[in-house]
């Protein structure tokens, strides 16, 4: 009996370890060797055996998405222009945050709109700020934020006080 004990201890740690490389045979492949593939919806299953070959537990766990982080850039001259712009990620992105500064501070109204790939009907205000003396914003959104891969972001900035240059990031996550 303690030899048989031994050696389902044995045997677990062994597959534990194996399983922590990423040596689980032909069930299961670690997500490193499915490079940059869209395997959202697959998982990895693994079993535990004992010595005699009954089933101890399954291990189950998700496969993560392959992702990118990218920025995008824009500035405007405030005392010419207001900043109109629309970016361009062109995949399915998820929005993390759009950094705004100013090189002073500025009064104006900061928008942030859904440009929808269904159609001018389906844009939509996220968010719509008016900024009183300010030269830094960030906006994260509450919850995931994605966009399809035509939806776009529209990023407005009035220029009514015709002051400073603003510079704007949008960081998004592209899903692969």
Not at 142 to 153: I, N, P, R
């Amino acid at each position: 009996m303690r030899k048989t004990l031994l050696i389902t201890l044995l045997f677990a740690m062994v597959a534990s370890i194996a399983l922590a490389k990423g040596e689980t045979g032909d069930r299961c492949k670690p997500a490193s060797s499915y490079g940059k593939q869209d395997i959202s919806a697959e998982a990895c299953t693994a079993m535990l055996v004992d010595s005699a070959g009954h089933q101890q537990m399954d291990v189950v766990s998700a496969v993560p998405e392959t992702t990118t982080i990218t920025s995008e850039y824009t500035t405007a001259d405030l005392t010419s222009a207001a900043l109109d712009y629309t970016t361009a990620f062109g995949a399915k992105t998820r929005v993390i945050a759009v950094n705004m500064h100013a090189d002073a501070s500025i009064t104006e109204t900061m928008t942030i709109k859904l440009n929808s790939s269904v159609g001018a009907n389906y844009d939509t205000t996220i968010v719509s700020e008016s900024l009183v003396s300010e030269a830094n914003v960030v906006w994260i959104p509450d919850g995931d934020f994605l966009l399809d891969a035509s939806d776009e972001l529209d990023v407005d900035i009035t220029n009514a006080n015709t002051t400073g240059n603003v510079y704007v990031e949008v960081i998004g996550e592209t899903l692969q």
